[in-house]
């Protein structure tokens, strides 16, 4: 069975500081897709990044980066210098790549992140 | 883009009535999609995988008689809360997939049910 695990349920820092969300996860599967999602207030899922699992190779989008360490079965991710903008809930999911599948999501708990100024 | 639409928005009803949900999938065509619960500071719960042309795929706990699920077309699945109770008040959101990236859902914004 998959399991995602975000330990860290709420996350409080002041604008321009910099903020990890950790991730963990669990799969039999030797191939799956790993996934952010930001949800702000209004309630809608945005997606920010998918990364296949034989591809190790951080990410950087902006402010925005993210760690992969297949070792560790982590995939965290880091917004540097951050915004109020950014205060939202941000899930982590898991996916199975095989063929044929629905590729059904498994989601973590979520980590509520809350910028002040 | 993936654009993703949902409607309505936001539903009162009374209890024992029955609710439509439409989700569509905007600028790219869905042979997938599914349906989402999620209640206050929670995660989401999946409740079915819709197939274009052929039966939903519910989850264990999930009733197939109450929640509806027909996926008429490539960009469009629509989820029927039959004879609703306030139990059912939730909030129920859809996803698409897209074939690329691949496995990735694409999620609409969500409609807030609140059954009296």
Not at chain 1, 39 to 65: A, H, M
Not at chain 1, 67 to 85: D, G, M
Not at chain 2, 94 to 111: H, I, L, M, N
Request: proline share 3%; aromatic share 12%.
């Amino acid at each position: 069975a998959q399991k995602v695990t975000q330990a860290q349920t709420e996350i409080s820092v002041v604008e321009k500081e910099d903020v990890t969300l950790d991730c963990v996860y669990e799969t039999r599967d030797t191939t799956y897709y790993l996934f952010w999602y930001k949800q702000p207030p209004s309630g809608e899922l945005v997606f920010l990044i998918r990364r296949n699992s034989f591809d190790e190779q951080n990410e950087i989008s902006g402010r925005y980066s993210w760690n992969f360490q297949k070792s560790t079965s982590s995939f965290n991710f880091t917004i540097t210098a951050s915004q109020v903008v950014d205060s939202a809930v941000y899930f982590c999911a898991l996916s199975e790549r095989k063929i044929g599948t629905a590729s059904k999501l498994t989601f973590g708990t979520g980590t509520r992140l809350q910028v002040t100024l | 883009g993936a654009v993703v639409s949902q409607h309505p928005s936001r539903v009162i009803c009374k209890s024992g009535t029955s609710v439509k949900i439409e989700c569509r999938s905007l600028d790219f065509q869905a042979t997938t999609m599914f349906w989402y619960r999620q209640f206050p500071k929670q995660s989401l719960m999946l409740m079915a995988t819709s197939n274009e042309g052929s039966k939903a795929t519910y989850e264990q706990g999930v009733e197939k008689d109450k929640f509806l699920i027909n996926h008429a077309s490539l960009t469009l699945s629509t989820l029927t809360v039959t004879s609703a109770h306030p139990e059912d008040s939730s909030f129920y959101i859809c996803s698409a997939r897209k074939t690329e990236p691949r496995g990735t859902q694409y999620f609409g914004p969500g409609t807030r049910l609140l059954v009296l």
